[in-house]
């Protein structure tokens, strides 16, 4: 009998589904994890001080002298981050995200809830790392310049299918750029 047509293009597309018992077998040794956990902080690097200079320079020539206390907010933000992600480490050492955390510690609502913002940060991310680079691309090639926002929602298509493969077929799609 035939198979139809759909599976196997999802197949062919998402990867072969996976039990919940061979998500253990899926964990990532550290190399390629951290292609996937760092590149959100690599790009906040790579575009966040450009773009807070732009709209202090939009406000004006004054508005420039709040780039150090600006400055000053982020570290202590990183350092409230930091310490947050090394007490949960320390609480969850086989592994424990947001919705983990707040399902076990506050319930199943506000789980789905740090969830749902997870959903919504990594898209943002994604979309602005995306037209940043995508803008770092044209400026070395400005025959891309008409092409910027097509070629950031190919990258955020491609992105998105990546992270639809699974999370080690993620690693070794993000290794690559990172």
Do not use: C, H
């Not at 061979?22 to 790579?46: C, G, K, N, T």
């Not at 202090?56 to 310490?83: D, E, M, N």
């Not at 320390?90 to 997870?118: C, D, H, I, K, M």
Request: cysteine-free; glycine content about 6%.
């Amino acid at each position: 009998m035939n198979q139809p047509a759909a599976p196997a293009l999802f197949r062919w597309l998402f990867g072969r589904p996976l039990p919940k018992t061979a998500a253990a077998s899926e964990r990532l040794a550290s190399v390629p994890a951290l292609p996937i956990l760092a590149s959100d902080a690599l790009s906040s690097v790579a575009y966040a001080t450009e773009a807070a200079l732009g709209v202090l320079v939009l406000a004006g020539s004054q508005a420039l002298r709040l780039s150090l206390p600006i400055t000053l907010a982020i570290l202590v933000l990183i350092a409230i981050v930091v310490a947050s992600y090394r007490q949960t480490i320390e609480a969850y050492p086989q592994g424990g995200g947001s919705y983990v955390v707040a399902r076990e510690n506050l319930g199943t609502g506000p789980s789905l809830l740090a969830a749902a913002a997870l959903l919504v940060d990594y898209t943002l991310t994604a979309a602005v790392s995306l037209m940043a680079g995508t803008q770092a691309l044209s400026s070395l090639w400005p025959a891309l310049l008409p092409y910027e926002v097509p070629l950031a929602l190919l990258l955020l298509l491609l992105v998105g299918w990546a992270n639809l493969r699974g999370l080690r077929e993620a690693g070794q799609v993000f290794t690559i750029p990172t």
